[in-house]
């Protein structure tokens, strides 16, 4: 597993106006290439009156599965600019749609390349980026003598509290960085006079907003 993966924060769409060309840029997650057909399709009956609905996905913890479509622009245009923008930001688990209405105005190829990539720029701009960061469950069983001084201290720590429970013995759980863990270990070793020692019971991925 990737230690990080990135994409979209959430879907959402943007337009912007070339030579009265209309490019409305949508961005979807997707976790599948059957969701990413799934999700154009619908998009395509949506805007089924526009000139052109273009298209490139990046599926895959590493970006395995791609695919761009120039929906009948000239060939390279639209969607390898639309591919390679997604490609640039380093995102995977993307469908990003172009759909354009063309403006009566030719804009050449270079003028389409420069528009399809801006479109799917901005919209990514203006959606944000997010980073999913394998992080390691990590817990820690305490006696009930000892919960309250053990949960302060997790507390005023940079280490990251995600529970508490409550039964024979308090467990806490912590979700660390791969990282982070041998320094968490010889933490609460000292926090606690050697009592306790962290078990890493799993393995999930978090998400963190990024600039870009």
């Known amino acids: 597993m990737p230690s990080r993966i990135r994409t979209i924060a959430s879907p959402g769409s943007r337009e912007l106006v070339v030579k009265k060309s209309r490019f409305i840029c949508s961005l979807e997650r997707v976790e599948s290439e059957e ?79 420069r528009a399809y990539g801006q479109a799917v720029s901005d919209t990514i701009d203006q959606v944000g980026v997010i980073e999913r960061r394998l992080i390691l469950v990590t817990e820690v069983r305490a006696s009930h003598q000892d919960a309250g001084r053990i949960e302060n201290a997790v507390r005023n720590s940079h280490y990251h509290l995600a529970g508490i429970d409550y039964s024979t013995k308090v467990t806490f759980t912590l979700h660390l960085a791969e990282s982070d863990v041998s320094d968490f270990a010889e933490w609460i070793a000292e926090t606690s006079a050697g009592q306790y020692t962290p078990t890493v019971v799993g393995k999930q991925y978090a998400e963190f907003r990024v600039s870009r």
């Open 35 to 113: 969701d990413a057909r799934s999700k154009l399709s619908e998009f395509k009956r949506t805007y089924w009156d526009a000139s052109h609905n273009c298209s490139a996905w990046v599926i895959g913890e590493n970006g395995e599965s791609q695919r761009s479509n120039d929906d009948g622009e000239p060939s390279g245009t639209a969607g390898a600019p639309i591919l390679n923008v997604l490609n640039q930001r380093m995102l995977t688990d993307i469908l990003a749609i172009v759909t354009r209405y063309f403006g009566g105005t030719l804009l050449g190829s270079g003028g389409l390349i």
